[in-house]
């Protein structure tokens, strides 16, 4: 067996073919990371039949004058042909050695264990310890169990099944997260599908929690576009008709509110507190529909065409949906529009066959003390199960100036102060 750089058609021919591969283990994901500063490698292992037998992306970045190498979500090989996975390593130490690369960091995707919606265990991998001890044996070092997003990809990634009916899968989402959705609906909310213009929404949405410029989200539509597996979706507050619809419920109200005001005043009514204690709550009652009247008159007067709630960019893999990226406008979080707009996709994209709706990544479901709960529980809302991974690894590929690199980091954190 032998170690090649590949083209690109040999790459995306044997990641097609691929039982298991990530839209991060492809030449578009490829391209997209060359336009934020990274260079990239195809490398396969070939065997006597010329035949490719594994491969993997590799993206190297310079870091301090040194060059290190990234395999997002892994290499393509069947990790569990043990003799297979020890030559692929020999071969891409030797190789990367002579390049200079000091070492490349791997995120496999090699499941530890399931949890359902409910964060309880569905089950572990019965070959994982087996499979551990195989990267340490072979040199790997394992960089710890990460809880949140600090790694090369998430370690906790959320996954909706979509073989069961759009209605079964709708009475699967926890009960706030349905109410959530009608509320969306019954306050004018309405789902476009936009086009690489409209990106710079999501851009903003994002921004101040994403690191990438609007150039990444532009790259990527662009890239994936070339093979019809990207689409972006935005919801719209439609002012006119959240104007309507909240003028009805003003006057419904009001009319509700002057019927017990007319009972009340009966001085033969029977049950009086019985209905007073229903005019008070009439009364909160009528107090939120005037201010969303007078709120809806405000938007409808600055915002005629409509505003920009919720965003979805989406990459289409094979069976797979990925939810790539998604926002929304703080100042309209009442609407529920991302809400609304992910179950829009889920029912659109079930009915097309598609077997997966990958929700994204989590952070570690098991914590007590979580600053990203909220994040977890709106993606288990939908009813998805929780994949816990096997976390990062980094193998070192040239020893000589990995040391290098490692005893010149104090000197970098001098000029950090």
Known sequence: MYLKELTNEEFSNFTDQFVQSSIYQTIE????????GFDSLFLGLLDDRNKIVAATLL????????????????????????????????????????????????????????????YQLLGNNKFYNTLFETFKRLGYYHLGY?????????RFESILDLSKPTDILFKGFK??????????????????KGTSRDLEHLYLQVKDRYSRNLGYFDHVFYFFSKNDSVEFFYTKLNTEKFLKISKKAYEVQEEYNNALNSIILNQNIKNRDHYINKKVSADRNFEHFKKDLVKATNYLRDDPNGIITATALILKRRDTIYLFMDGYDKKYREFHSKHLLIWTLIEKYQKEGYKYFHLGGMTNIQLNDNSYKGLNDFK??????????IGDFELITNQGLYFMYKNAAPIRNLFKR
């Open 380 to 389: 288990s809302a939908f009813g998805a199960t929780t994949y816990e991974y």
């Open 146 to 154: 990460n809880n949140y997003f600090e790694s090369l990809k998430p």
């Open 29 to 36: 994901y490829a391209f997209v990371m060359n336009k934020q």
């Open 59 to 118: 993206l190297i970045q310079k870091k301090f004058g040194f060059k290190y190498a990234y395999a997002p979500r892994g290499f393509l090989l069947d990790y569990t042909n043990v003799a297979l996975f020890e030559t692929f390593t020999t071969s891409i130490k030797k190789y990367l050695g002579k390049k200079d690369i000091i070492a490349v960091k791997l995120c496999p995707m090699i499941v530890k264990s399931l949890y359902n919606e409910k």
């Open 175 to 192: 009960r706030g997260l349905r109410n959530k959705i009608r509320t969306a609906s019954r306050k004018g909310i309405e789902i476009y």
